[in-house]
């Protein structure tokens, strides 16, 4: 497995680098401090499994950045390991689509439970930040026991919503959907007025939420 951190303080590279080899030993660490290292190692080895990521390092731009690693790397997973907790970092990052976001604050206990998850196909985002979102209140109607009502989704919807809590991007939904990125959109639109969610960010949060919670399996 092919893993680059790419970060400008080599501490956390190094500490980084350690929890991974823990969890996996057969492991092939690429390190990057600045943004155009990263580019140039991804160029040079595009079948890298995995990314984690610094929002701030020299000649990156925390989401322009992100814009453009998915554009250019769209089969390399992205993880993002940021000072920043605030749920609009979080948020963006996975509009960008992000299969995971660490804080730096986090104890080496979670950086663990989060690289597993993500190690093992999952994602990994920190729910006691999105939790604290002001369109918590507004994501969805809640149904008679104040809970978001996911039953009043199609099947084809709740695929939508659980890859788009995944971190896909509307064009690599319809593409795994065999969909149209238009019907996706629909799908979108059709599922932000059932569930009473404002906008797109306020569906990723619900999305996010929804995929932790493994409601989805529920069928």
Same mark, same amino acid.
């Given at each position: 497995?092919?893993?680059?951190?790419?970060? @400008?303080?080599?501490?956390?590279?190094?500490?980084?680098?350690?929890?991974?080899?823990? #969890?996996?030993?057969?492991?092939?660490?690429?390190?990057?401090?600045?943004? @155009?290292?990263?580019?140039?190692?991804?160029?040079?080895?595009?079948?890298?499994? +995995? #990314?984690?990521?610094?929002?701030?390092?020299?000649?990156?731009?925390?989401?322009?950045? +992100?814009?453009?690693?998915?554009?250019?790397?769209?089969?390399?997973?992205?993880?993002?390991?940021?000072?920043?907790?605030?749920?609009?970092?979080?948020?963006?990052?996975?509009?960008?689509?992000?299969?995971?976001?660490?804080?730096?604050?986090?104890?080496?206990?979670?950086?663990?439970?989060?690289?597993?998850?993500?190690?093992?196909?999952?994602?990994?985002?920190?729910?006691?930040?999105?939790?604290?979102?002001?369109?918590?209140?507004?994501?969805?109607?809640?149904?008679?026991?104040?809970?978001?009502?996911?039953?009043?989704?199609?099947?084809?919807?709740?695929?939508?919503?659980? #890859?788009?809590?995944?971190?896909?991007?509307?064009?690599?939904?319809?593409?795994?959907?065999?969909?149209?990125?238009?019907?996706?959109?629909?799908?979108?639109?059709?599922?932000?007025? &059932?569930?009473?969610?404002?906008?797109?960010?306020?569906?990723?949060?619900?999305?996010?939420?929804?995929?932790?919670?493994? &409601? #989805?399996?529920?069928?």
């Amino acid at each position: 497995m092919k893993v680059l951190i790419a970060d @400008d303080h080599w501490v956390v590279r190094e500490s980084l680098k350690q929890v991974m080899q823990r #969890l996996q030993k057969q492991l092939a660490v690429f390190e990057a401090a600045t943004f @155009d290292e990263a580019i140039t190692t991804l160029r040079e080895h595009p079948d890298m499994d +995995l #990314l984690l990521v610094d929002l701030i390092m020299p000649g990156f731009d925390a989401f322009t950045g +992100l814009h453009r690693l998915r554009t250019e790397f769209p089969e390399v997973p992205i993880v993002v390991v940021s000072v920043h907790e605030d749920v609009e970092h979080v948020i963006r990052s996975v509009e960008q689509g992000v299969i995971g976001y660490i804080p730096k604050s986090a104890s080496g206990a979670e950086v663990e439970r989060a690289f597993e998850r993500v190690l093992a196909g999952e994602v990994s985002f920190p729910r006691r930040i999105i939790k604290q979102s002001s369109n918590g209140a507004q994501r969805a109607a809640p149904d008679a026991a104040g809970e978001p009502s996911v039953d009043l989704l199609t099947n084809r919807e709740r695929d939508v919503l659980s #890859l788009l809590g995944k971190g896909y991007s509307v064009k690599r939904i319809a593409c795994d959907l065999s969909l149209t990125s238009h019907t996706v959109r629909v799908h979108l639109g059709n599922m932000m007025k &059932k569930l009473g969610l404002a906008d797109r960010s306020a569906t990723i949060h619900y999305a996010v939420n929804v995929v932790n919670d493994a &409601k #989805l399996s529920e069928r």
